[in-house]
T-cell receptor
Framework: DAGVTQSPTHLIKTRGQQVTLRCSPKSGHDTVSWYQQALGQGPQFIFQYYEEEERQRGNFPDRFSGHQFPNYSSELNVNALLLGDSALYLC?????????????FGPGTRLTVL | AQSVTQLDSHVSVSEGTPVLLRCNYS??????LFWYVQHPNKGLQLLLKYTSAATLVKGINGFEAEFKKSETSFHLTKPSAHMSDAAEYFC??????????????FGSGTRLQVQP
C-alpha cells in the first residue's frame, strides 16, 4: 500500500496563474481533505470531499476549488494565485467522513508563488 | 467555535529525559483530540487520539496523553526522549460526529529538539 500520494512535490508559479494539485488516497479510503500549511504554522482546513461532493469548507475564498473523482482521487485548484498562497498543501484521506477517524496525510506539495 | 493552543513553540530536552508538550483546547462540545507528528519531508503521522473513552491515551513510540476536562488540557508526554523524536508536534481538535462538522483544527505546533 503506497499510502497517500501527492503530485507534484514542488511547484513554482507566478502571481495570477492557476495551479492544479493532485492527490491519491490510501487504498480503501473514500474521503479526502485538503489543508494549507504556511511556513511555521499548523495546517489550515480548506475543504473535504466525500462521495464526490464537497462536504465542508474552511475559511478560504472561492479561488480555491476542488474535485473528487469516482476512484476517490482528488484535485485542488487555485486560481489567480497570490503571493500569500505560497505554502505546503497537504492532502489527507480517511475511511468515511467521521471526524474522529484517523486521517492519513501525504507528504504535501510545496507551492511557491513569485 | 473551537480552538487549540500549544503553549510552547519550541521544547528542547536531552536524550533519555522526559518530554512534556502542552496543549489546551477550547470547545463548545465534547471534543475529539489528537496529537500528530511531522518529521521533515514526511507526512503528518497520528501519534494518538482521544474520543471520550479512557482519559489516559497511549500512542505509538511510547507517547501518551491525558485528557483533563477540568483543565481543558491534553498534554503529550514520554518518559524518555530518543533522538528520533525530534520533530514538529501538533495538537488537533475536532467536532463530535453529531455536529455534522468535519474539519480538523490544528494548533500552531511545538518543535521538539533532542540533544545528545
Amino acid at each position: 500500500d503506497a499510502g497517500v500520494t501527492q503530485s507534484p512535490t514542488h511547484l513554482i508559479k507566478t502571481r495570477g496563474q492557476q495551479v492544479t494539485l493532485r492527490c491519491s488516497p490510501k487504498s480503501g479510503h473514500d474521503t479526502v481533505s485538503w489543508y494549507q500549511q504556511a511556513l511555521g504554522q499548523g495546517p489550515q482546513f480548506i475543504f473535504q470531499y466525500y462521495e464526490e461532493e464537497e462536504r465542508q469548507r474552511g475559511n478560504f475564498p472561492d479561488r480555491f476549488s476542488g474535485h473528487q473523482f469516482p476512484n476517490y482521487s482528488s484535485e485542488l485548484n487555485v486560481n489567480a494565485l497570490l503571493l500569500g498562497d505560497s505554502a505546503l498543501y497537504l492532502c489527507a484521506s480517511s475511511l468515511d467522513d467521521r471526524p474522529d477517524n484517523e486521517q492519513f496525510f501525504g507528504p504535501g506539495t510545496r507551492l511557491t508563488v513569485l | 467555535a473551537q480552538s487549540v493552543t500549544q503553549l510552547d513553540s519550541h521544547v528542547s530536552v536531552s536524550e533519555g529525559t522526559p518530554v512534556l508538550l502542552r496543549c489546551n483546547y477550547s470547545s463548545s462540545y465534547s471534543p475529539s483530540l489528537f496529537w500528530y507528528v511531522q518529521h521533515p519531508n514526511k507526512g503528518l503521522q497520528l501519534l494518538l487520539k482521544y474520543t471520550s473513552a479512557a482519559t489516559l491515551v497511549k500512542g505509538i513510540n511510547g507517547f501518551e496523553a491525558e485528557f483533563k476536562k477540568s483543565e481543558t488540557s491534553f498534554h503529550l508526554t514520554k518518559p524518555s526522549a530518543h533522538m528520533s523524536d525530534a520533530a514538529e508536534y501538533f495538537c488537533v481538535v475536532t467536532f463530535p460526529l453529531d455536529t455534522g462538522r468535519r474539519a480538523l483544527t490544528f494548533g500552531s505546533g511545538t518543535r521538539l529538539q533532542v540533544q545528545p
